[in-house]
């Protein structure tokens, strides 16, 4: 049972560049989230999707565009990377029975 | 105001310590409480939910007081383990979870 897995781990891109992190839990929650954390900051909500087919922004969606592929897997798109996106951006799972969020390792950007 | 704060710390304690945090919260409406672990360069894992009544796990105690908008984490007995950021995390519903920025503790042998 591997929880939430993210992939890549870490990712270097240039100023304009684009990429896609991927997010995928096999835990069967309905509803699954993209973080970014910077020093001293905690925790900000990129966007969120509360069940397969519905996305919604979160704190701070602007830069960045999701999909939610299927029950299992919601990916986050940068399509023209800043140095302003240099952060880790984490990954999460939760059903609504308990709220509780269950969170993949990271990954780590950094935007030159 | 940030809608979570918690004082960041660090908190340097000796194992065998008692060592409290503190939380505060913005909006009354808050309905679900709960404090994270995350280790360094790891990704925050679930410590406990707090409850009105305040819960126990162990060594470690968590209390709410809606009146006074706060929420605290008590660790009896600290480890070297224990040494984590601690994430006060309150949801207000509609998927709407704040996280707060934590507290660093560094427990020392």
């Known amino acids: 049972n591997a929880g939430v897995t993210q992939t890549p781990k870490f990712q270097v891109l240039k100023t304009g560049q684009s990429m896609t992190l991927q997010c995928a839990q096999d835990m069967n929650h309905n509803s699954m989230y993209w973080y970014r954390q910077d020093p001293g900051m905690g925790l900000r909500l990129i966007y969120y999707?509360?069940?397969?087919?519905?996305?919604d922004k979160g704190e701070v969606p602007n830069g960045y565009n999701v999909s939610r592929l299927n029950k299992r897997e919601f990916s986050l798109r940068l399509e023209s990377a800043a140095p302003s996106q240099t952060s880790v951006y984490f990954c999460?799972?939760?059903?609504?029975?308990?709220?509780?969020?269950?969170f993949g390792p990271g990954t780590r950007l950094t935007v030159l | 105001r940030k809608e979570v704060e918690q004082d960041p710390g660090p908190f340097n304690v000796p194992e065998g310590a008692t060592v409290a945090f503190n939380c505060t919260y913005s909006n009354s409406a808050s309905q679900s409480f709960f404090w994270y672990r995350q280790d360094c360069r790891k990704e925050p894992k679930l410590l406990m939910s707090?409850?009105?009544s305040g819960n126990e796990d162990g060594r470690f105690t968590a209390q709410l007081n809606r009146a006074s908008q706060y929420i605290s984490l008590l660790i009896r007995d600290s480890k070297l383990s224990d040494s984590a950021t601690y994430l006060c995390v309150v949801d207000t519903g509609g998927f709407k979870t704040i996280f707060g920025a934590g507290t660093r503790l560094f427990v020392k042998a």
């Open positions: 999707s509360a069940s397969e087919g519905t996305t």
């Open positions: 999460a799972s939760s059903d609504y029975q308990t709220d509780t969020q269950y």
């Open positions: 707090v409850y009105s």
